[in-house]
T-cell receptor, first 115, second 112 residues
Framework: GAVVSQHPSRVICKSGTSVKIECRSLDFQATTMFWYRQFPKQSLMLMAT?????????EQGVEKDKFLINHASLTLSTLTVTSAHPEDSSFYIC???????????FGAGTRLSVL | GENVEQHPSTLSVQEGDSAVIKCTYSDSASNYFPWYKQELGKGPQLIIDIRSNVGEKKDQRIAVTLNKTAKHFSLHITETQPEDSAVYFC???????????FGKGTTLSVSS
């Protein structure tokens, strides 16, 4: 299947700092990418839909000023967690849709730990 | 919006047995139903999917069935192996290009 690369795989930061997570489609162009958040032993919760060249669409309850999403090219979307706090600690996963069948592929995820 | 229910939340089987996981969805317009396998600390991996124009799809030991009338779909794994142990998620989507909505997951444990 198509490859979605996510970096970093793990990040530990101090409370109040900002963290950027990158999501790249390696062998295809993705006009649409998605960002999910997953707490331990829970399902994937959609945070936002990232569209190349336009503003992201955030799900209800997700603070757009806290979770900044930029999709500047057809192969790269970034999620910046601003002024991170311990409650932002979670597993963040990006995904992208490709092909005529619109199959959604996922990155390996980023484990964020805020101290 | 779409709501996907998944059962059971945990499933333990002996190696070689079959495992069945069931999901229901609420939006009758949903037309795409993938299943993902997630191992600890990793992203979900697509294992099989089905679209609303078919009732069943099979890929070696894995099969998925879809009942549009009842709005439910199921994952069937035969001849389970210890490496099948993981969390399995069902999902649904009603429009191409939109995000998948996931069930809450099933933790499958296959003991040898």
């Amino acid at each position: 299947g198509a490859v979605v690369s996510q970096h970093p795989s793990r990040v530990i930061c101090k409370s109040g700092t900002s963290v950027k997570i990158e999501c790249r489609s390696l062998d295809f162009q993705a006009t649409t990418m998605f960002w999910y958040r997953q707490f331990p032993k829970q399902s994937l919760m959609l945070m936002a839909t990232s569209n190349e060249g336009s503003k992201a669409t955030y799900e209800q309850g997700v603070e757009k000023d806290k979770f900044l999403i930029n999709h500047a090219s057809l192969t790269l979307s970034t999620l910046t967690v601003t002024s991170a706090h311990p409650e932002d600690s979670s597993f963040y996963i990006c995904s992208a849709i490709t092909g005529a069948k619109n199959i959604q592929y996922f990155g390996a995820g980023t484990r964020l730990s805020v101290l | 919006g779409e709501n996907v229910e998944q059962h059971p939340s945990t499933l333990s089987v002996q190696e070689g047995d079959s495992a069945v996981i069931k999901c229901t969805y609420s939006d009758s317009a949903s037309n795409y139903f993938p299943w993902y396998k997630q191992e600890l600390g990793k992203g979900p991996q697509l294992i099989i999917d089905i679209r609303s124009n078919v009732g069943e799809k099979k890929d070696q030991r894995i099969a998925v069935t879809l009942n549009k009338t009842a709005k439910h779909f199921s994952l069937h794994i035969t001849e389970t192996q210890p490496e099948d142990s993981a969390v399995y998620f069902c999902a649904a989507r009603n429009q191409a290009g939109t995000a998948l909505i996931f069930g809450k997951g099933t933790t499958l444990s296959v003991s040898s």
